[in-house]
């Protein structure tokens, strides 16, 4: 298993690669997908950090606080490109794949659509909608919901 902060600095690597600026936004909800789809697959998550349900979609607030000072501006950081290795082959090309298949969305479609689906509604019943909430998107949640989705394919 790895961190979330070393997927969203393979994120930050890639992005640069293929000249594809990534905000902090957008970088949540590639996190949340991630882990979203590798519980379903995997049946295990991908990382431990926890997935809160705020205004704006699914976020990891460490992620958050390390790169809320780019607000909605792409995030510049410099990041060693050996990440890839301490992230492994295998999570790679998982990550790739759930990567490449959202990357069709812009990041106001990405938030419209964990706002969507079951996992962020459940976290955030009885809040309002312009509500801060730290409540937790549970990994049962996700792995239910995201099973459920591959099992309808």
Known sequence: MTTASKIADYLLIKSKKEGV???NKRLQKLLYYIQAWH???NKKPIFEDRIEAWI???AIRSIYEEYKSF???PIVKEVDPKISDDLGVTNINFIDRIV???S???TATLEYMT???EPWKIARQGIEANESS???ITQDSMKIYYSNRLANI
């Open 21 to 23: 600026p990534i905000t």
């Open 39 to 41: 519980l379903a697959i």
């Open 56 to 58: 704006h979609g699914p």
């Open 71 to 73: 607000v909605a501006s």
């Open 100 to 102: 490449k298949a959202y």
């Open 104 to 106: 069709i969305y812009d």
């Open 115 to 117: 706002h969507a689906e």
């Open 134 to 136: 730290s409540n937790e």
